[in-house]
T-cell receptor
């Protein structure tokens, strides 16, 4: 595997479900990010982890819970989501918070 | 926070034509990146260019940091160039990339 990978690529969940999105970077970077892209809105930064420490939480609701066990893996745990949370969730990584490289995204639909 | 404006919002080109996309930003920047988002949603890095000029094949970019703008040039456009082009910047005192609204490019054969 090369670059940044994300699984699953597509996810459909009900409002009462609990699911997790996974991101893995194979670039040796020390920072990882979660972004949300909703229809007709610019990409929004959700979370930043630098050396496994969360350094940014962009006023994200608590129903989104990130986890960064090491500098190569990043998870986004989802619970009791709302239909308006349906979006493309993108993971990125960078070295020293500089040039960011993105994964292919997980397209999430909340029913 | 820093503001990012991209123009034009939409662009339709005939295959083989050239185009220029513009990104204006409101403050000094540490980081500026251009991305191409393909129809499947993947964001592909085009340039990391907080200042200066870079070229990669048919694409080139110039950032004039003192005047707070960046330009992306696409020459001899191909249908595979279609998609959304995003400019993203990180302010001098910020710690996150802020994305513009994008330019939707459609190249017709």
């Amino acid at each position: 595997e090369t670059g940044v990978t994300q699984t699953p690529r597509h996810l459909v969940m009900g409002m009462t479900n609990k699911k997790s999105l996974k991101c893995e970077q194979h670039l040796g970077h020390n920072a990882m990010y979660w972004y949300k892209q909703s229809a007709k809105k610019p990409l929004e930064l959700m979370f930043v982890y630098n050396f496994k420490e969360q350094t940014e939480n962009n006023s994200v609701p608590s129903r989104f819970s990130p986890e960064c066990p090491n500098s190569s893996h990043l998870f986004l745990h989802l619970h009791t989501l709302q239909p308006e949370d349906s979006a493309l969730y993108l993971c990125a990584s960078s070295q020293d918070l500089l040039e960011q490289f993105f994964g292919p995204g997980t397209r999430l639909t909340v029913l | 926070g820093i503001q990012v404006e991209q123009s034009p919002p939409d662009l339709i080109l005939q295959e083989g034509a050239n185009s220029t996309l513009r990104c204006n930003f409101s403050d000094s920047v540490n980081n500026l990146q251009w991305f191409h988002q393909n129809p499947w949603g993947q964001l592909i890095n085009l340039f990391y260019i907080p200042s200066g000029t870079k070229q990669n094949g048919r694409l080139s970019a110039t950032t004039v940091a003192t005047e707070r703008y960046s330009l992306l040039y696409i020459s001899s456009s191909q249908t595979t160039d279609s998609g959304v082009y995003f400019c993203a910047v990180e302010g001098e005192y910020g710690n996150k990339l802020v994305f513009g609204a994008g330019t939707i490019l459609r190249v017709k054969s």
